[in-house]
């Protein structure tokens, strides 16, 4: 006969009100979890009613949900998964009550309303905790040496040059390979660890009986992210590896910029979750909202579906910044899903690397910043909303080269683009130097920019000559990228990849879309830092996605405007 489900106690409606769990005290490492839930307003913490004087918040993966351990709660049955069951067992002291708050023991996840305001107060309960605990499992996969290894690199009595000689040391791959998979641990990826790590006022990490500091592992990741040429290699050879250091550093820029402004305006947020997991992908939204300034207007409903709140998401990112920029995340327009084509599709992970990300925000420019963004969003008959705004059609789309999507691809579609550039440019009237055609080519098929997000400079552009194939005598070379490790080479990877060059009718080239074809429209919408491809169907246009397109990318075409060669025009996005 199957136990009777444990009975929540109602909360408070209207309030802060939340469930503290109280992980009762063992001498006994394996005896059963005992636990309570205590009902307290976050608001009324001080009163002398309250049992503790601070409480813990658990950050984890909920983990594997078959298989799950019975522990007692309130001295009922209370199911959890093995991963929870593991950290409370980790957690629990010898003497006294441990006060933590856990969602899935604390939120009834049964009772919808619940989950609703309860979630919503996700980012101020773990404000509120005195730390966070992360938790990444149990003891496995030589975990205890690599957290030992990872605590070790932040010592102060320990030299860097010895580190690097550790990674060098083929003897020490075995040991290096322990560090990868302990950032290869499904916490790393997941969507609503990064709320809880950024609005932490202190973190400890756990993982078996290893604990360390959060600012210890940060020190960690960083190294090895300046060590990748090292590390990677060892990495490379566990055939599950993923480079969780880089979204430790992540998720440490989100706390960063929490720390100095007290949020994060909520397009920059949602679009970091974009690449993340979770189980129910409206969490990609939801996740974001405890980091967002209280202007941000997304209520927390899982009674909606997938449309309506990416929908929602993307109305109020635009208008909490006053800004369209967040439809330059909209990558893939033959949407199964249904959503509008300026809605990003969070669900989907990027195609090609977003141009405009946080470390170059100062340098690629701002297309449409001379004047200010005019939008409405309508709901339509089919109950979705469109975007009318308003923007200049700088030109249209004539030839469309393949896209680079491969290695195996690379020499064949270089030169495809090369060749488009050379008859395009050399068209131009007044005609354009040899250097001014190689610069325009180079600098487009990079966006522009160096690593690191700077502009890119007359040094970097000429690397492109190393790569230079012997005995080519045009204005644009052939170029070899297959061989040759330079910074313009690695950008050209990075940016380039599965995006597709064009030329328009009046001699512009950029680096588009991969769903770009002739006919598009280049527009710029007004106070847009980037151009956009469009596509126009019927009375409306579809978003194609953001371009880099050269000679528009910082407000050129506003004396144009003023000259009367281009013309504001109105824009009504499906």
Not at 125 to 140: D, F, H, K, P
Not at 145 to 166: C, Q, T
Not at 278 to 284: L, N, P, S, W
Not at 292 to 318: F, H, N, R
Request: aromatic content about 8%.
């Amino acid at each position: 006969m199957a136990a009777a489900p444990y009975k929540y106690q109602p909360l408070k409606p209207n309030s802060h009100e939340i469930r503290m769990l109280q992980i009762h005290p063992t001498w006994r490492a394996f005896s059963t979890i005992k636990c309570s839930l205590i009902n307290v307003d976050l608001d009324d913490l001080e009163n002398e009613s309250v049992p503790f004087d601070f409480y813990e918040a658990l950050s984890y993966t909920w983990g594997d949900a078959t298989g799950k351990v019975t522990i007692k709660l309130d001295g009922c049955s209370f199911e959890v998964t093995r991963n929870l069951a593991a950290a409370l067992r980790r957690l629990r002291a010898r003497k006294g009550y441990r006060y933590l708050w856990v969602d899935a023991i604390c939120i009834n996840q049964a009772d919808e309303q619940e989950r609703n305001s309860q979630v919503a107060l996700m980012g101020l309960i773990y404000r509120t905790a005195e730390q966070v605990l992360i938790w990444l499992g149990r003891e496995a996969d030589g975990s205890k040496g690599a957290m030992k290894l990872i605590d070790n690199i932040s010592d102060i009595g320990v030299e860097e040059s010895d580190v690097i000689a550790s990674l060098e040391n083929e003897a020490h791959h075995a040991k290096w390979q322990n560090v990868a998979r302990l950032f290869d641990r499904s916490y790393w990826r997941r969507v609503w660890v990064r709320q809880e790590v950024a609005l932490a006022k202190g973190i400890v990490v756990l993982c078996g009986d290893q604990m360390m500091s959060w600012d210890a592992l940060i020190e960690a990741a960083v190294f090895l992210n300046q060590n990748t040429a090292n590390f990677e290699p060892i990495a490379a050879e566990l055939t599950r590896y993923t480079s969780g250091y880089h979204d430790a550093i992540g998720m440490d820029i989100l706390r960063e910029m929490i720390l100095k402004d007290n949020q994060v305006p909520l397009e920059d947020v949602m679009l970091h979750l974009r690449q993340c997991e979770c189980t129910d992908q409206r969490d990609k939204v939801y996740g974001a909202l405890g980091l967002v300034g209280p202007e941000v207007d997304v209520a927390v409903d899982y009674g909606l579906d997938k449309v309506a709140i990416y929908t929602s998401a993307a109305i109020a990112a635009i208008k909490s910044t006053d800004c369209l920029n967040t439809i330059c995340a909209c990558q893939n327009l033959n949407r199964g899903s249904g959503l509008p084509s300026w809605v990003p599709d969070l669900e989907v992970d990027w195609t090609a690397r977003k141009l405009r990300r946080t470390e170059n925000l100062d340098t690629l420019g701002s297309a449409g910043g001379f004047a200010k963004p005019v939008y409405s969003f309508h709901r339509r008959d089919n109950g979705l909303f469109s975007l009318t705004t308003r923007g200049v059609a700088v030109d249209t789309i004539s030839e469309v080269c393949a896209e680079f999507d491969s290695d195996e691809t690379l020499g064949k579609v270089l030169e495809e683009w090369r060749v488009l550039a050379m008859r395009t440019l050399s068209t131009l009237q007044p005609p354009i130097s040899d250097e001014d055609m190689r610069s325009c080519f180079w600098r487009t098929i990079t966006a522009n920019e160096e690593l690191r997000g700077l502009a890119a400079s007359d040094g970097f552009i000429a690397q492109a000559l190393e790569h230079a194939i012997e005995g080519s005598s045009d204005a644009i070379p052939s170029i070899d990228l297959s061989i040759g490790q330079t910074s313009f080479n690695e950008r050209f990877r990075e940016d380039a990849m599965n995006r597709r060059f064009y030329a328009t009718n009046s001699g512009y080239i950029g680096l588009g879309p991969s769903d770009v074809r002739n006919g598009d429209l280049v527009v710029i919408l007004l106070g847009n830092a980037l151009p956009l491809v469009l596509r126009k169907e019927d009375n409306h246009c579809l978003v194609v996605g953001e371009t880099y397109t050269h000679g528009i990318m910082n407000g050129e075409i506003a004396a144009d405007l003023d000259n009367g060669i281009l013309s504001i025009d109105e824009f009504d996005i499906y």
